[in-house]
């Protein structure tokens, strides 16, 4: 393309403008986007993961294996684990998410309801989520400000029913469920915090922090053999294959 093909008005209209992070603590960097045009400059962009919060765009920073990979790579470990026996439900890996209008958030990790069995997320026909999963995982490395601040309130707004945030510098986990409209902290009980939504989903908190997976299992085990995991697995086996 020539230089005067560059400066012409229709080459002008025909750029797809670059997606860059604009930060709530620096106004001139701001951008609200809607998600249709959030999404149209991210296939458009050279960058592997971008969400649009609150009409504000976030491009990831490099992440760390401490910082990030590990951790998330140990929550997978678990949440796989649970997907496995438990029929009916579904996990994934920063999956994008079309919450609203104004929001696109692409979490660490989701666990959802399958569809097809009463869940509240479905796959559009393109191929990415839409609708709230029924629990949420971000590991906030260097975002807790955004992970606990902006995202909270809009997982919270649209009905996400729970949320775990593994804060990794303060070396904390918090699993919050939606409660009466609002997040409240799940209890800590011997160590342990469990799911409301998804009985048998057991997390060794300590164990999980220090890296001792064959704990977290042993743990999460004993939750796949409860009552409530039975009886909540029931109904999906019976369901068509």
């Known amino acids: 393309?020539?230089?005067?093909?560059?400066s012409s008005p229709q080459a002008s209209a025909d750029r797809v403008p670059p997606l860059e992070s604009g930060d709530a603590l620096s106004e001139p960097l701001r951008e609200r986007l809607t998600r249709p045009e959030f999404e149209r400059r991210y296939a458009a962009a050279a960058v592997t993961k971008a969400e649009l919060i609150e009409g504000v765009v976030y491009v990831a920073s490099p992440l760390g294996f401490q910082q990030h990979a590990e951790p998330h790579s140990r929550l997978d470990t678990w949440l796989g684990t649970y997907?496995?026996?438990?029929?009916?439900t579904r996990s994934g890996i920063e999956p994008t998410v079309r919450l609203d209008l104004d929001n696109?958030?692409?979490?660490?990790i989701v666990l959802m309801v399958d569809e097809a069995a009463g869940g509240q997320a479905r796959l559009s026909e393109d191929g990415y989520l839409e609708g709230s999963p029924e629990l949420v995982i971000e590991i906030a490395a260097s975002s807790a400000a955004i992970d606990l601040g902006d995202k909270k309130q809009v997982y919270r707004r649209n009905g996400v029913a729970e949320y775990l945030v593994w804060q990794v510098f303060e070396n904390k986990i918090d699993w919050y469920a939606l409660t009466d409209g609002d997040y409240?902290?799940?209890?800590?009980?011997?160590?342990?915090?469990?799911?409301?939504?998804?009985?048998g989903l057991w997390l060794a908190v300590a164990a999980m922090?220090?890296?001792e997976m064959a704990e977290v299992l042993t743990v999460l085990q004993a939750?796949?053999?409860?009552?409530e995991h039975a009886a909540f697995v029931a109904p999906a086996k019976q369901l068509p294959k």
């Open 223 to 227: 939750g796949l053999n409860s009552p």
């Open 104 to 108: 696109e958030p692409q979490p660490d």
């Open 1 to 6: 393309m020539t230089a005067s093909q560059l």
């Open 83 to 88: 997907v496995a026996f438990t029929p009916g």
């Open 184 to 199: 409240q902290l799940l209890p800590v009980d011997g160590g342990v915090i469990c799911s409301r939504r998804f009985p």
């Open 209 to 211: 922090l220090r890296g």
